[in-house]
């Protein structure tokens, strides 16, 4: 089993930034990737954004390319979502997400991976 926590949520205005932590713990041999996904009220989780674990790439959704940067630390087991420019739109529940089986499967999948965090809250006020 794999462990995950989140930090860092909160409230912040349009046009700020905030950062989020997310730490994991227990079987953390053989993770593959991690990522970031949200879920506003009402709406599916989407992805956000997510980095492979032994390689060194990262992707993310076209609505915050260019504002929102992931970042691992293998050796903390740790990924990071540092968030600027926040809109409106960018408030929801973030979770971040850990997989063990990357291989064949989409990056941006919510089926791709097995553990999740509880979440934590954005919220940007206009």
């Known amino acids: 089993q794999v462990q995950l926590v989140e930090s860092g949520g909160g409230l912040v205005q349009a046009g700020g930034s905030l950062s989020l932590s997310c730490s994991a713990s227990?079987?953390?041999?053989?993770?593959?990737?991690m990522a970031w996904f949200r879920q506003a009220p009402g709406q599916e989780r989407e992805f956000v954004a997510g980095s492979g674990w032994s390689i060194n790439v990262a992707y993310y959704a076209e609505s915050v390319k260019g504002r929102f940067t992931i970042s691992r630390d293998n050796a903390k087991n740790s990924v990071d979502l540092q968030m600027n420019s926040l809109k409106s739109e960018d408030t929801a529940v973030y979770y971040c997400?850990?997989?063990?089986?990357?291989?064949?499967?989409?990056?941006?999948?919510?089926?791709?991976?097995?553990?999740w965090g509880q979440g934590t809250q954005v919220t940007v006020s206009s």
């Open positions: 227990g079987r953390t041999d053989g993770i593959e990737a």
């Open positions: 997400a850990a997989s063990r089986g990357l291989r064949g499967r989409s990056l941006s999948a919510v089926s791709t991976y097995e553990y």
